[in-house]
């Protein structure tokens, strides 16, 4: 009986403890201090914990309008500890596209696109706290992950006198969080 106990006080400490360690961002907390700084409609809210460290970070896009799932108008934050910074509001417009893991860190893909045949991927992720850009954002289209699990994006050539499009698969390194194309 008493292994039990110790064993239970423990677990329910333990718990408690890595609870406390896990700042939880609340959804209408964000959009509460985005509400407070624009108009615009709240689009999407990506709430992880993107460097594994243990705090959650959000990434909140806003549009002055959408149409057939293209936003327009756009500007990506950056929220953390109830502070708001833009990440982007240069002529953003586009849509959302899947979280994307590497290694043990997240990040945030938005891809900007008119509705044709291309687009760029925006890859955004945290690190020591602060949201930082990618080594491949805005260098390629439709960064993720394809059906074998790798990372990969496309690019355009237009070499060969037509418009053809290239793979590129992504080795990733989690120390310095660069993503390097693999030759292929």
């Not at 699990?149 to 060969?160: P, Q, R």
């Amino acid at each position: 009986m008493k292994k039990t106990t110790i064993v239970f006080i423990c677990s329910f400490v333990l718990c408690a403890f890595a609870a406390a360690a896990r700042p939880e961002i609340n959804a209408d907390d964000a959009r509460a201090a985005i509400n407070s700084k624009t108009k615009d409609a709240v689009a999407r809210i990506e709430i992880h914990d993107y460097d594994n460290d243990g705090t959650e970070e959000a990434f909140i896009v806003t549009a002055k309008s959408h149409d057939m799932d293209i936003y327009e108008g756009c500007v990506i934050w950056f929220y953390k500890n109830e502070s708001l910074q833009i990440v982007d509001d240069k002529d953003v417009f586009g849509y959302p596209k899947d979280i994307v893991k590497a290694g043990n860190h997240f990040y945030f893909v938005w891809e900007k696109s008119g509705g044709g045949s291309s687009s760029v991927s925006h890859v955004y992720g945290v690190k020591d706290g602060a949201f930082f850009e990618a080594n491949i954002s805005k260098k390629y289209m439709d960064f993720g992950r394809n059906k074998d699990g790798e990372l990969f994006a496309w690019s355009n050539d237009w070499s060969k006198g037509y418009h053809d499009i290239i793979e590129h698969v992504f080795e990733y390194d989690p120390d310095t969080r660069v993503f390097t194309p693999l030759d292929r």
